[in-house]
């Protein structure tokens, strides 16, 4: 079975600096997907940043980039420049094909003003 | 463009009772997906639904059971409810056949008590 690890529940930076948030996955598949959602107060899970398995370039979406390691089946998120408003729960998320999403427990991020 | 859409926003049952839960996926979306959110953990895939068939289900009893409609809504029905059931339930829409990520709605808060 498909598992996903969070192991940082909560985690804290200063206002404009830079935090990474750890994920690793257990597959036995080689093509695959790998998301970040954010989840604030609302509720609603908001897609962050994906990554293609087979791409081995990391994905890039402005102040959010990934650090994906397959063979280590580590993919770790990092905000550069934080803000306020990045203040949410992080989840990381896996997918093969087919649309069943696996998702880890969480990491609760602070934004220090 | 209206997003994933679900009714109502919260709801308390009592123990043994019965309960609907409603999603309208995202436009131009045609598959549903169903996800259960317990308190301090990420969510946990119930069921998709896809051309008004169940599709893929979770680990979850009979008693979490779906429906789509024609026009792609759906809806999620739990029986003879626990304490246990008592979760943020979220719908997620997307597109069959595209790598396309989820789009989640604001999820329906469910109290059993």
């Known amino acids: 079975a498909q598992t996903v690890t969070q192991s940082q529940p909560e985690m804290s930076v200063q206002e404009a600096e830079t935090v990474t948030l750890s994920c690793t996955y257990d597959?036995?598949?080689?093509?695959?997907?790998l998301f970040w959602y954010k989840q604030p107060p609302s509720r609603q899970m908001i897609l962050v940043i994906r990554?293609?398995?087979?791409?081995?370039q990391n994905a890039t979406e402005n102040r959010f980039s990934v650090n994906f390691q397959k063979a280590a089946k580590s993919f770790s998120l990092k905000i550069s420049d934080s803000q306020l408003g990045d203040a949410a729960m992080y989840f990381c998320a896996y997918k093969r094909t087919g649309n069943q999403f696996y998702f880890g427990t969480g990491t609760s991020l602070t934004v220090i003003p | 463009d209206a997003g994933v859409t679900q009714s109502p926003t919260h709801l308390i049952k009592t123990r043994g009772q019965q309960v609907t839960l409603r999603c309208s996926p995202k436009s131009g979306h045609d598959t549903v997906s169903w996800y259960q959110q317990a308190l301090g953990q990420g969510p946990q895939f119930i069921f998709q639904y896809y051309e008004e068939e169940e599709r893929q289900r979770g680990n979850f009893p009979d008693r979490f059971s779906g429906h789509q409609f024609p026009n792609y809504s759906s809806e999620l029905n739990v029986n003879a409810l626990l304490l246990g059931d008592s979760a943020l339930y979220l719908c997620?829409?997307?597109?069959?056949?595209?790598?396309?990520?989820?789009?989640f709605g604001n999820g329906t808060r469910l109290t059993v008590t």
């Open positions: 597959t036995s598949e080689s093509d695959y997907y």
């Open positions: 997620a829409s997307s597109v069959r056949g595209l790598q396309t990520p989820l789009h």
């Open positions: 990554q293609e398995a087979y791409k081995q």
